[in-house]
């Protein structure tokens, strides 16, 4: 029953993260700090 518990806790918190990322992305949100939408992949985030 513990084990249950914990592995549905690890679930919420895993399809938390993911509709946050999804919904971050679809705003227009970037996790690279240049606010472009490029998730750190564009020449202005590598010259950092």
């Known amino acids: ?3 249950f518990i ?3 806790v690890l679930l919420a918190v895993v399809f938390g ?3 946050k990322l999804r ?3 679809k705003a ?3 996790s ?3 606010n472009c939408g490029c998730s750190g ?3 202005g985030c ?3």
């Open 6 to 8: 914990v592995g549905a």
């Open 23 to 25: 919904k971050d992305k």
């Open 46 to 48: 590598s010259a950092k």
């Open 17 to 19: 993260i993911f509709f």
């Open 32 to 34: 690279c700090g240049c």
């Open 1 to 3: 029953m513990g084990n």
């Open 28 to 30: 227009g949100k970037s």
């Open 41 to 43: 992949a564009c020449p």
